[in-house]
């Protein structure tokens, strides 16, 4: 049984930071990328940033390319989305995710979810 479960969500001032992390735990889902995404209200989910398994990757959405920052720890099975210079568009549920399969690079299928983290930016 696979297990993502996200943290470190939370109320802050427009033009700060936070970081998210997400806990990978179950079957062994160490080699196999990553990626965050958001889903504000009323609208859709959407793709927020992605990691490779190694790492040595990452791609951005392109409203938060130069502020937040994808980070992986393989050895703790954990991601990390750091975010500054948040803005009141960036209120969401964050979501976490991870590849079905090992060693892919673009993800074949986010398979796994966790259960999300409200984050919400004040004005």
């Known amino acids: 049984q696979v297990q993502l479960v996200e943290s470190g969500g939370g109320l802050v001032q427009a033009g700060g930071s936070l970081t998210v992390s997400c806990a990978v735990s179950?079957?062994?889902l160490r080699w196999s990328t990553r990626a965050w995404f958001r889903q504000a209200p009323g609208k859709e989910r959407e793709f927020v940033a992605a990691i490779s398994w190694d790492g040595d990757t990452t791609t951005y959405a392109d409203d938060v390319k130069g502020r937040f920052t994808i980070s992986r720890d393989n050895a703790e099975n954990t991601l990390y989305l750091q975010m500054n210079s948040l803005t009141p568009e960036d209120t969401a549920v964050y979501y976490c995710t991870a590849d079905s399969r090992l060693y892919r690079w673009p993800a074949y299928e986010y398979a796994y979810w966790g259960q999300g983290t409200q984050v919400t930016v004040s004005s």
């Open positions: 179950g079957r062994t």
